[in-house]
């Protein structure tokens, strides 16, 4: 089964509202990656984070990687149009050799005018 | 950033002929590369992993002789899909890298099987 869960599955978000989705993981993580794929697009790297509650930011995007190291989040605000597309984490196992990421479901956005 | 280059992005084909996708690394040498599966709003599924002058390592579940792997060079590796049915119908994506941090994906091959 899937090994990283990640929820919501799809998020309706009006324009300039904040959101937040998030990662876990039945395993500990040696880290988890953010990417974004827009419609019709393919998946682009956003960040890693690599150390025990680290937290990133980019602009309007706050990412965070729990204490334990098997959850993530990452926060939204202010929500642009630009921002519609699925967000997707992934996650390498400890026991895994690198590149062999584990994705979520992934979080679907749509942005509201 | 690293470029991956896929090849085709589309294709259609009758049921029971195979059909190869090409994964290119353009301006990096990639001695592995990572294919996946993706069905319509469903994550990636990582189908195998491709290494450069040695066989894949498939995951489980993955059948070796439906999905064959060819990885000859270091910028250049193909996924084949063997006598394929409606069933093996997906987007399928190919991934690499030049660092150990971050992974750089294909255009995608949305394949077709009527």
């Known amino acids: 089964g899937q090994q990283v869960m990640q929820i919501p599955q799809y998020q309706h978000v009006q324009e300039g509202e904040d959101f937040t989705t998030y990662c876990n993981s039945s395993t500990t993580l040696s880290n988890i990656q953010w990417y974004k794929q827009r419609p019709g697009g393919h998946p682009v790297f956003l960040i890693q984070l690599v150390k025990s509650g680290e937290v990133k930011k980019q602009k309007r995007l706050t990412f965070q990687f729990g204490e334990a190291k098997k959850n993530s989040s990452l926060h939204i605000t202010a929500t642009q149009t630009t921002d519609v597309g699925t967000y997707f984490c992934?996650?390498?196992?400890?026991?895994?050799?690198?590149?062999?990421?584990?994705f979520g479901a992934g979080t679907q956005v749509v942005v509201t005018p | 950033g690293a470029v991956v280059s896929q090849h085709p992005s589309r294709v259609i084909c009758k049921s029971g002929t195979s059909v190869k996708i090409e994964c290119r690394s353009l301006d990096f040498q990639a001695t592995t590369m990572f294919w996946y599966r993706q069905f319509p709003k469903q994550s990636l599924m990582l189908m195998a992993t491709s290494n450069e002058g040695s066989k894949a390592t498939y995951e489980q579940g993955v059948e070796k002789d439906k999905f064959l792997i060819n990885h000859a060079s270091l910028t250049l590796s193909t996924l084949t899909v063997t006598s394929a049915h409606p069933e093996d119908s997906s987007f399928y994506i190919c991934?690499?890298?030049?660092?150990?941090?971050?992974?750089?994906f294909g255009s995608g091959t949305q394949l077709s099987v009527l």
């Open positions: 991934s690499a890298s030049p660092l150990v941090e971050k992974l750089f």
């Open positions: 992934a996650g390498l196992r400890e026991t895994d050799s690198w590149g062999k990421l584990q």
